[in-house]
């Protein structure tokens, strides 16, 4: 069953019915479901698909070859001597009637062959964009590669891109849907540990319990996620041992860059790059205060939400993993799931707010989303405001999210309208986001004020059903 990605598929069809050359690029992180989605693109279409390898020039032509020529059947191509020979037989077999050509994994060409940018540079501006009714699809898992060498400013084929698309993994509504007649908390703790990649989700069998599941794909030796951080690192980078210290540094806490290296003791300078590599991957996130521009408040956090999964629990088990003892460790992860899943809650409500300005029921229109820390004077402490939104016109909403297994008290409410007086603007309103609900004296707190809102999370999700 294919699910979501209507932006996508809207996107490509639009580019495909306009008959003329295109060249849209798609990538992200590994995983994330760019195959699935151009398989399902393709569908009745006239198309050739090739993924790339890594391997050298000559292999990665014969694999262009074979495709072409089996799509070509009939009409014999012959065997071509080079790239550009392959290119001018698809410009013929797109001359009168729209071709779809994918090369899936593009670096993997491009490394072998350093060339074919330029090579493709000249053949869209000499033959393909006028000639032809071609549309190339260059798609690829190596996120800096396709950004800095395809859409980069340097690239011989800055310019030549139609459209881009990056493709992110699922949000947590979308997962939802994945699996029908799941209960919606055990959904959320199942979406936090796969981080809404599709390939994860798919492993995730929905009648099986949360503890079954994790039991399943992280501790096992043979479960699929396993060994999976590493396996992408080793992919991905070239001294993974660097950057898996990096990571378990960012895991324990540490947020800071002086912090990170000095934990993973690696020195700053090359700390930095590491963490620029793994922003690259959609791991690592750095971030600032709301609205606040300083580097020097920045701080670094994993993205990955399967990433803060794994290395919080896995890594310290490896023992009892590989001696079949996935049970008791369950039993000692389980008190500090809920702790694990403020992080991803608080993600969900996010995606939350910004679905509901998509359907135009949201009073704030989103121009700007994010966390808010910092220092109250009032109290001489540091202060955290879960999620401000502002829409850059003197409205500002703020939340707080709260997954605790007991209701959430008018504390919670006092103080985030307390800790919002450190803000300026002409209209201020309130949501309290909460996993087991409100108590009555919140409630009549909220009630009072008339300008906050209380969502239970089971009312989120019915709401976006």
Known sequence: MFVGRERELEVLNRLYDSGSFEMPVIYGRRRVGKTRLISEFVKGKRAIYVQARRTNAEANLALVSDAITAFAAGAPMGSFGSFDEAIDALARLSRDERLVFVIDEYPYLAYSFPEVSSLLQDKIDHML??????????????????????????????????AQLKVEPFDFFTTL????????????????????????????????????SIKK??????GYLFEEPGNL??????????????????ASGKSRLNEIATTAKIPESNTRTYLRKLESLGIVKREAPFKEASSR???????????????????????LIANGMADVIYERMEPHIADFMGGVFEDVCMQYLYAQAKAGRFDVLPVNMGRWWGNDNRTKSQEEID????????????????WRNEPTGADVAEKLVFRSELFRYGTKRYVLFSKSGFTSGCREYAAQRGDMGLLTFNEMCESLR
């Open 177 to 212: 849907s994945c699996w029908p007649g799941m209960n919606p908390e055990n959904a959320a703790v199942l979406y936090g540990c796969t981080g809404g990649i599709p390939a994860y989700v798919e492993k995730i069998d929905p009648r099986d319990s949360v503890r079954d």
């Open 297 to 319: 408040k920045s701080i670094y956090a994993l993205a990955d939400s399967m990433f803060r999964f794994w290395y919080r629990f896995v890594p310290r088990y490896m023992s």
């Open 217 to 222: 794909l992280f501790l096992s030796p043979d």
């Open 387 to 402: 999620i401000v939104v502002d829409d850059d016109e003197g409205n500002a909403l703020f939340a707080e999210c709260k």
């Open 233 to 250: 690192l080793l992919q991905e980078c070239r001294s993974p041992e660097q950057y898996d210290a990096i990571i378990q540094a960012i």
């Open 129 to 162: 964009k006028d000639g032809t009714k071609l549309m190339l699809v260059l798609c690829g898992s190596s996120l800096s590669f396709m950004e800095e060498q395809v859409l980069g400013y340097e690239s011989p084929l800055y310019g030549r891109r139609t």
